[in-house]
């Protein structure tokens, strides 16, 4: 699942070197994702694995590994 999360990611923000996207990225400082930037990610992600993903959440990822531990843990 990591991977697929990845790939939406990287899709997102245009990211060339996906390998370069590890479970410890952070989306704002490591990627460099505004907040518009986050929301779309989250809406693709929502759509990608049918899971809702409310904004308090969101608020409380620090990395990828965050983001794709939510996901499992509430599909």
Avoid: H, W
Wanted: with cysteine.
């Amino acid at each position: 699942m990591f991977e697929k999360v990845r790939e939406i990611i990287a899709d997102q923000l245009g990211v060339d070197d996906v390998d370069s996207i590890t479970r410890e990225t952070s989306l704002i400082k490591d990627l460099e994702a505004d907040s518009l930037d986050a929301v779309e990610i989250m809406m693709a992600l929502e759509d990608e694995f049918e899971v809702e993903i409310p904004d308090e959440e969101a608020e409380n990822f620090k990395n990828i590994g965050d983001i794709c531990d939510y996901i499992e843990n509430n599909k």
